[in-house]
């Protein structure tokens, strides 16, 4: 992997990821763009504990172009976009309108691949090896920054789940706090530990796979079920078997065999409604542990894992989360868990 570092016409860093070593990355973003202006600030909720990013810049951010004026496509025939280049592997920069920024924290967008008409899915495994990489290197750098306490690479897909751009992409979080979920894992793998002396990550991996209904894919260093009290209609999470606390401390082994595990995953997540319905809406969320550790916690006793699910729950229909789950955060889930993974296995990619 040979990656670059630029920027663009308004300061904000760029940075090429490619498979290629002789390639030259010397495109100048020659767009009059004024400097980034954010609005972004934390607030605690003073009842729950928790932190809301207030971000009213966002309003004015890019909502579903056309696709001859992606901002997301390389920049062609006399049309400058985010990627000054005429063609990329693939390509990371700073968000124009970031939920979070400066003392409050980093956001980013990763373009997976040029082709404006693809998906992560379609993505080759050298391909999907290279996001990979660039997903390590970006949590590596962005643990460095002062402000940034939890790293957070996700992907949103479909306009059902909120997607303005159609382009593949994902994006990473650099938080200045350790996100609420993570703060309960902690507390379960906490109280755990003291109950029982065991990590409770390896037991709930060990449990999944020895009673193996809801197990939907094991490779030799991977493993990716349904959770036994799943939130969502069809939700998958993914650990390497070996248990490692965030994407750098991943072994040669399981980044060589994740591109082949999780193209597998996406592709059936579109099959699961058949062959006349739409893509799949998911989001794909990676659960990395806080850069520091929280209170008596090592942050090596966390466990790395993605966590894959759509809100649809059947043909033609979605899951809202409604009066039980928005407003008490009691989710209700009308497909168990056993069912999901069943019918995952059942649509095995050709």
């Given at each position: 992997m040979k990656k670059t570092s630029t920027r663009l016409a308004d300061g904000r860093e760029l940075l090429y990821y490619d498979s290629r070593n002789d390639l030259v990355r010397d495109a100048v973003d020659p767009r009059p763009l004024d400097p980034v202006s954010t609005a972004s600030e934390v607030r605690r909720d003073p009842l729950l504990g928790d932190a809301v990013a207030?971000?009213?810049h966002r309003?004015?951010?890019t909502y579903h172009p056309p696709a001859d004026e992606c901002p997301l496509c390389p920049s062609r025939d006399g049309?400058?976009?985010?990627?000054?280049a005429d063609d990329y592997d693939v390509a990371v920069f700073e968000n124009r309108f970031p939920s979070l920024a400066g003392a409050s924290g980093r956001c980013e967008v990763v373009c997976f691949t040029s082709d404006h008409d693809a998906s992560f899915a379609d993505l080759d495994e050298a391909q999907a090896a290279l996001v990979l990489?660039?997903?390590?290197d970006r949590t590596a750098e962005l643990c460095e920054l002062p402000q940034v306490e939890q790293v957070f690479c996700f992907e949103n897909r479909g306009a059902e789940i909120g997607v303005t751009l159609g382009h593949p992409h994902g994006q990473i979080y650099g938080y200045p706090f350790t996100t609420p979920r993570t703060a309960l894992m902690l507390r379960s793998l906490a109280e755990h530990q003291e109950r029982t002396g065991r990590n409770l990550f390896d037991d709930v991996v060990a449990g999944e796979l020895a009673d193996g209904a809801r197990v939907v894919l094991e490779g030799e260093h991977w493993a990716a079920f349904v959770p036994y009290a799943a939130h969502w209609p069809y939700e998958v999470h993914l650990y390497p078997k070996k248990r490692v606390p965030?994407?750098?401390?991943?072994?040669e082994d399981a980044r060589t065999e994740f591109p082949q595990m999780y193209l597998e995953l996406l592709r059936r997540f579109d099959r699961i409604f058949g062959p006349d319905e739409p893509p799949t809406p998911y989001i794909a969320a990676w659960h990395q542990a806080p850069v520091r550790g929280v209170g008596a916690v090592h942050r090596g006793e966390f466990a790395l894992h993605l966590e894959l699910f759509t809100i649809r729950r059947t043909s033609g229909k979605l899951k809202f989360l409604a009066g039980s789950e928005s407003g008490m955060g009691v989710f209700i889930n009308d497909v168990p868990p056993e069912t999901a993974a069943e019918r995952l296995r059942e649509v095995a990619s050709e």
């Open positions: 207030i971000a009213s309003q004015a951010r049309r400058h976009s985010e990627i000054p990489e660039a997903w390590t965030d994407l750098r401390a991943l072994g």
